[in-house]
């Protein structure tokens, strides 16, 4: 039986998935493909590209606030705070010039058609774009231009892609959410970005979920960050949570892949 990882949107949350792919590689076990948004189609593509997880692990634990700030200084256009450029550049330093059509694990990034609303996955094509594409996120970056199509961030209207992976032709999904609950923020004197902010959150946990719930992966894989969750200042224990929360369902994945 093939299982599948589909690999959430959630920002800095998203080394957890760094942690996911750790515990199953130290199990033997190795997706047969890997959808993933924003964040995690970062993660999942520079897997797929043969990427190291120490590698990755070692840039996210780096990044530090001056390199975000470094990554996220204003362009010359108004499409967003900044064009994205600098982001592409050090995708690109982990994937190259490789087109996912090439890779050696089937793999779809997921953005949205901002003229449509609609998610798109993309499955061929320069992965470094469509990683990209796939995070750039509204206001923040600027939309990027794909096929015709203006893209922004899948969690706008993907972000846990369990139908995307099985486009890939699985026959479980693993989904692994890191998505923020809205209960977690504190709001006890709300101002505009701070409201502007937790309206997103809301918007996309309960899409999350109502998805989920249609979608019904096998697996369900929620990182339990303790009230410590990561910042781009400092993921934290992050790695080491997402592998936690893998660790414990490796269980019921080996006996649904013996199943199968």
């Known amino acids: 039986m093939r299982f599948g990882l ?6 800095a949350r998203g080394t957890a998935h760094i942690g996911v792919l750790k515990a199953l590689e130290d199990e033997g ?3 047969s493909a890997i959808a993933g948004t924003s964040v995690g189609a970062w993660v999942g593509g520079c897997y797929a590209a043969g990427v190291p997880l120490d590698e990755l692990a070692r840039f996210w634990k780096e990044l530090r606030w001056y390199g975000v700030g470094r990554h996220l200084l204003p362009g010359p256009i108004w499409r967003g ?15 190259g010039d490789v087109r996912i059509e090439e890779l050696p694990l089937p793999f779809a990034a997921v953005a949205t058609d901002l003229a449509t609303g609609r998610p ?10 469509a990683i990209c594409a796939s995070g750039s996120v509204p206001g923040l970056v600027a939309p990027r231009k794909l096929d015709g199509r203006w893209l922004v961030d899948g969690g706008v209207s993907d972000p846990v892609p369990v139908e995307a992976v099985r486009s890939l032709g699985v026959d479980a999904v693993v989904a692994v959410d890191v998505l923020v609950d809205p209960a977690e923020k504190s ?7 701070g409201v502007l902010f937790q309206t997103s959150t809301i918007f996309q946990k309960r899409l999350a979920e109502y998805q989920i719930s249609l979608s019904r992966p096998e697996i369900l894989v929620r990182p339990d960050f303790q009230g410590r969750p990561p910042r ?8 080491e949570v997402g592998y936690r929360a893998m660790e414990g369902k490796i269980p019921l994945l080996k006996e649904i892949l013996s199943a199968g």
């Open 6 to 11: 589909a690999l959430s949107s959630g920002g």
């Open 29 to 31: 076990l190795r997706p």
């Open 81 to 95: 705070w900044t064009s994205g450029n600098s982001i592409r550049r050090a995708v690109h330093g982990f994937v």
């Open 120 to 129: 798109v996955w993309i499955r061929e094509g320069p992965l470094a774009d």
């Open 187 to 193: 709001l006890s004197s709300p101002w505009v970005i």
């Open 232 to 239: 781009y200042s400092d993921i934290g224990s992050a790695v």
